[in-house]
């Protein structure tokens, strides 16, 4: 088993790359969409976002194709090879 610091470490690293994956999406995502979809995790490949309504969901869902397309021709977003759009209404989940 790893040293608690050790654990802590792979958090905080987690955690910051969770921000920058969510800073990213933010941008490339038009507004108001933006403002009602956020990342929650990535695991393996999988990124995860969660969003305030199943209204904003569909909304990003048929956006992904294209948004996957942009993600993989920007150097510093890693690879996803899969997007889960998840439901978290308002109030359930606290954002950055």
Known sequence: MAEPSGVLRRLN??????????????????????????????????????????????RLRLILPSLKLKWQENQLMPTISQVEVRVRPLGTVKHR
Do not use: G
């Open 13 to 58: 690293q987690h955690s910051q790359i969770l921000k920058r994956l969510d800073k990213m999406c933010q941008e490339s995502l038009p507004s108001p969409l933006n403002q009602h979809c956020h990342v929650a995790n990535l695991r393996e490949k999988t990124l995860v976002i969660h969003a305030d309504s199943s209204l904003w969901a569909t």
